[in-house]
């Protein structure tokens, strides 16, 4: 997605991008331009937010995401080898779902975490492998408003099916753009991606998912909309501050994600509790990294560090490798599944 200064023709969902020239011309930007500082911005916020949750800061970049990041047409292509590996752990059934494919346009992988049932996760996971493309020439190579567009619809073909009122998944997707070598990350909920580098000799990690859920100012304004919602802790009590979940005790239904594709029984009509829109990031992807998605069967139960620490060898081998290490030495309760990006 370049940035220059032609604003493209929308003819796809034009109340989405009428209100988007409209914001890129109160700063005087390109739809494009506009967009790319938003995710740019979204980046710097990652890794800071990211930074702020351990005190082994030294695992993160220092470097000005900005100037990581040079969006001109490469020449050379890059090469991918790619795996993955999942286990249901102690959970009595797998609800997660993922996918990593080719497409015209660069390399496309998902990992979508189910809850209260496995339906929606992989009715995604085959939505998104097969509608991407058709977005991404629709919004005319605009990968922000694809990502924006593309959930926002899944998001409605999910709330369709009245049997899925009470079920959602979380969403983390990745796309690798060929020509630009510009890796775009979607993130809803607490699936995240990251990338592994070497840099100087020392091995680092790069956030690329923007985490929210109801500790977030924004999120908690959002759930005060709910008529029958109540943020509480862990231990099921009513806060105003630091909650964990949003409990709909009139349905006898919890949450701890604060966005998610479905949950149609947390949204009343015209009340947008759970939210579909994505937290959109760009980095620039470079020979040698390693791309990994990961839920938070990982990610809730091994620290950063150590995963840094265990990215070597082939993707099959770390895939595996980081699964096992979540279930049997940090006892995950969660499904875990883990995905694997070797780029040359």
């Known amino acids: 997605m370049a940035t220059n200064n032609n604003?493209?023709?929308?003819?796809?969902?034009?109340?989405?991008h009428k209100n988007l020239n409209k914001k890129a011309r109160k700063v005087g930007l390109s739809p494009i331009e506009f967009v790319f500082q938003k995710m740019v911005k979204n980046s710097v916020?990652?890794?800071?937010?990211?930074?702020?949750?351990?005190?082994?800061?030294?695992?993160?970049?220092?470097?000005?995401v900005q100037s990581m990041?040079?969006?001109s047409i490469k020449t050379n292509r890059l090469e991918f080898t790619y795996s993955s590996f999942e286990a249901k752990g102690f959970r009595p059934s797998m609800e997660d779902a993922h996918f990593i494919v080719n497409i015209k346009e660069g390399l496309l992988s998902g990992l979508f975490d189910g809850h209260g049932g496995s339906e929606v996760a992989k009715f995604a996971s085959s939505y998104v492998q097969n509608h991407f493309s058709i977005f991404l020439e629709k919004c005319e190579g605009n990968v922000y408003a694809t990502f924006h567009l593309l959930l926002k619809s899944l998001d409605q073909e999910v709330k369709m099916n009245?049997?899925?009122?009470?079920?959602?998944?979380?969403?983390?997707?990745?796309?690798?753009?060929?020509?630009?070598?510009?890796?775009?990350?979607?993130?809803?909920?607490?699936?995240?991606?990251?990338?592994?580098?070497?840099?100087?000799?020392?091995?680092?990690?790069?956030?690329l998912s923007c985490i929210r859920?109801?500790?977030?100012e924004k999120e908690i304004k959002r759930a005060k909309k709910a008529p029958h919602g109540k943020l509480i802790?862990?231990?099921?009590?009513?806060?105003?501050?630091?909650?964990?979940?949003?409990?709909?005790?009139?349905?006898?239904?919890?949450?701890?994600?604060?966005?998610?594709?479905?949950?149609?029984?947390?949204?009343?009509?015209?009340?947008?509790?759970?939210?579909?829109?994505?937290?959109?990031?760009?980095?620039?992807?470079?020979?040698?990294?390693?791309?990994i998605l990961a839920c938070d069967g990982l990610k809730d139960y091994v620290q950063e560090h150590e995963i840094v620490?265990?990215?070597?060898?082939?993707?099959?081998?770390?895939?595996?490798?980081?699964?096992?290490?979540?279930?049997?030495?940090?006892?995950?309760?969660?499904?875990?599944?883990?995905?694997?990006?070797?780029?040359?």
């Not at 009122?165 to 990350?185: E, K, N, R, S």
């Not at 009139?250 to 939210?275: E, Q």
């Not at 770390?318 to 040359?344: P, T």
């Open 7 to 16: 604003i493209p023709n929308f003819h796809f969902e034009p109340t989405y």
């Open 45 to 64: 916020k990652a890794i800071k937010e990211h930074k702020n949750k351990t005190i082994f800061n030294h695992i993160y970049p220092l470097s000005d």
């Open 69 to 71: 990041i040079d969006n």
């Open 162 to 207: 009245n049997a899925w009122d009470d079920t959602g998944t979380t969403a983390v997707i990745c796309f690798i753009d060929y020509t630009t070598h510009l890796i775009y990350t979607a993130t809803l909920g607490d699936s995240e991606a990251n990338i592994y580098r070497s840099d100087n000799g020392k091995s680092i990690s790069i956030p």
């Open 213 to 216: 859920d109801w500790s977030c």
């Open 233 to 291: 802790n862990e231990n099921q009590r009513f806060v105003e501050f630091n909650p964990k979940k949003i409990s709909f005790e009139h349905k006898n239904f919890r949450i701890n994600v604060s966005r998610a594709i479905g949950d149609k029984i947390s949204n009343p009509k015209k009340k947008t509790v759970i939210s579909c829109k994505p937290k959109v990031t760009v980095h620039q992807i470079k020979p040698k990294d390693v791309v």
């Open 309 to 344: 620490y265990r990215v070597k060898g082939d993707p099959k081998e770390v895939a595996q490798n980081l699964v096992n290490y979540a279930i049997e030495i940090k006892h995950s309760k969660d499904n875990v599944s883990v995905l694997v990006v070797n780029v040359s």
